[in-house]
């Protein structure tokens, strides 16, 4: 309705008894008006108490639904064919289980009252300790898992500790690949490790498969290297992170009669790292000791078994492999003379031992397979160095000082497979290597490995030993099959791989299959010899020439860090040849996918 239509029974102009009868009517619609508007608010009230019903209903049959559908997750469980299984049957499959998965026992005893009761029962499935951890952590979970072993299942036990402060890895602005080299830190944790951390830190997660633990440690600030500001030294975090070592060695030690296999390795020095002082006594089946640090520490002498006077008597008949790097060790230990099968010593830069007694070390394991030894000082011999032979050792790894290259004149090993020399350059160290073969008649040498470790880094006397003056004694390499270098000239190393030339009868490492070259200066032909190094090795289509009837066999992997600046167009070319070529050069690196 329009409002000249609804004012058209009144007069215009208004009288005033036409404005009278307006009144009376406005009057009228206003008391409709509120009226209705009561009515309004009753239904709207009325509506909304249905609704709060109705929602009140809904919530009241999901709640029953909810409940409904537990019973029959329940008793589809309960008739599920798993559950038929003879507990003795399940065991097994927990076991089976375990030897793949050593802390499968964290997830076993978490899916059901019956798997973590018969999980609980079973003490071999919390025999494998495998734990990430650091020192915000609690060491209860060490003392857990202990107790979980039972008192007389054997353990074997590997811990890696992060120790809290900025790690150096991040400091470069260069993004580059690692190159393999036997001096590196430890090996990182493979999977399947328990990596117990504060709640609430971002740290780098495993594979969703692993188990993980997470204690409940408030998070904190810790910079190694830097003492805690004065109000922060007293705080009941400080105090547990001060005695982390204590209390977890404490309780491994009391177990050291269980001890089968033993790992505990560490990125740097922490507060409590004199808590392994505290290591020593009998391990009757112990086979396997390693206590590692990734970076130089110091430290004085320790009253513990690597320190252990001649005299001490102590159970350690079992122990076949044994690694100490960067912890201090006395040479006269008994732990030297339980005739090792593997032996990996990294020693201090205080531990300044004379050769001789080095050679002592060696010569009471005579039936060593694995040998590394790395001292960055060595005396000259006090006592003359006598020959020793270690018939069953299958791999060598001298580094450090240049006086270790006169151990290797000392040795005889014919059945030496693997042969890695990074000891500090004084003389060519080709002699070394050739002598030492000559003397072990001969040995299957299937991988050489010359200076790779420590090209690019400091050395205290001559710098780092990648010398050679000659590569003719690779001919005699007939079984070498992997084969790095570092820090020598490039050229005269790729002209003895290549083509033969008229004065060789042969090739040089006819098996060779991986060739690595780290640090390794350059000319200006030094391009075009690893080109033909590739074309005379990897020939586009066929097989290499054949030389007095025998054809070289192809090479799958090259590697070249730092040698010299290829170009892209090599790079592909390279890559179009070989099955794998990884390349850093000074600015950048390429990988092939």
Not at 374 to 381: D, E, I, Q, T
């Amino acid at each position: 309705m329009t409002p000249s239509a609804y004012l058209a029974h009144y007069p215009e102009p208004p009288t005033d008894a036409a404005v009278a009868d307006a009144r009376r009517e406005l009057q009228a619609q206003q008391e409709q008006l509120l009226a209705l508007s009561e009515k309004i608010t009753s239904a709207e009230d009325a509506l909304a108490q249905i609704v709060v019903e109705r929602k009140r209903a809904v919530r009241e049959l999901r709640r029953e639904k909810l409940l409904l559908e537990e019973k029959v997750i329940y008793t589809k469980a309960y008739i599920s064919p798993i559950r038929r299984l003879p507990h003795e049957l399940l065991r097994h499959i927990f076991l089976f289980n375990f030897d793949d998965h050593p802390c499968c026992a964290w997830v076993l005893a978490s899916v059901c009252t019956l798997w973590r009761r018969l999980t609980l029962s079973m003490p071999r499935l919390w025999s494998k300790i495998r734990l990430v951890t650091n020192q915000s952590a609690t060491a209860d979970t060490i003392r857990l898992w202990l107790e979980r072993s039972g008192d007389k299942v054997p353990l074997d036990i590997e811990i890696y500790l992060r120790v809290n402060g900025v790690s150096n890895e991040g400091s470069s602005t260069r993004t580059r690949p690692a190159s393999p080299t036997p001096w590196l830190h430890p090996p990182s944790p493979p999977p399947h490790y328990v990596i117990p951390h504060p709640p609430g830190t971002a740290m780098l997660l495993p594979p969703a498969h692993t188990p993980i633990i997470v204690p409940q440690s408030p998070s904190h600030h810790d910079s190694w290297g830097s003492p805690p500001p004065p109000s922060s030294r007293n705080t009941p975090q400080a105090q547990r992170n001060a005695h982390w070592g204590h209390i977890a060695i404490f309780y491994l030690i009391e177990q050291m009669h269980r001890w089968q296999r033993f790992v505990f390795r560490f990125d740097r020095q922490f507060p409590s790292m004199s808590a392994l002082k505290s290591i020593a006594g009998d391990a009757p089946i112990l086979r396997e000791f390693e206590i590692s640090c990734a970076e130089t520490i110091y430290a004085s002498e320790w009253p513990w078994i690597p320190s252990s006077s001649p005299a001490t008597s102590m159970a350690l008949g079992k122990l076949e492999s044994l690694m100490l790097h960067h912890v201090p060790f006395k040479w006269s230990s008994p732990i030297f003379k339980t005739n090792l099968r593997s032996l990996n010593l990294r020693s201090l830069p205080s531990n300044h031992l004379p050769l001789d007694r080095i050679m002592h070390i060696i010569a009471s394991n005579p039936d060593l397979e694995s040998l590394t030894l790395y001292f960055a000082v060595a005396l000259p011999a006090i006592l003359p160095l006598v020959q020793t032979s270690l018939p069953r050792l299958r791999e060598l790894t001298f580094g450090g000082h240049y006086h270790m290259s006169q151990l290797a004149d000392s040795l005889v090993l014919p059945s030496l497979e693997i042969l890695n020399l990074d000891v500090e350059a004084r003389d060519p160290i080709e002699d070394t290597i050739t002598n030492l073969l000559q003397r072990s008649n001969n040995p299957p040498i299937t991988r050489l490995s010359v200076s790779y470790g420590s090209t690019s880094s400091s050395t205290l006397y001559y710098g780092p030993g990648g010398v050679v003056i000659s590569w003719g004694f690779l001919t005699d390499l007939n079984h070498l099959q992997s084969l790095s270098i570092g820090g020598t000239p490039l050229e005269p190393f790729l002209s003895a791989l290549g083509m033969p030339d008229e004065e060789q009868t042969h090739w040089a490492c006819p098996n060779l299959t991986t060739v690595a070259m780290k640090s390794c200066h350059a000319h200006s032909d030094g391009i075009a010899k690893l080109v033909q190094l590739v074309e005379a090795r990897n020939p586009e289509s066929g097989s290499a020439t054949m030389v007095n009837g025998v054809i070289p066999t192809r090479l799958q992997h090259l590697e070249l860090y730092d040698c010299a600046t290829l170009g892209q167009d090599v790079i592909e070319w390279l890559k179009k040849r070989v099955d794998e070529v990884i390349c850093t050069e000074p600015s950048s690196y390429v990988r092939s996918p």
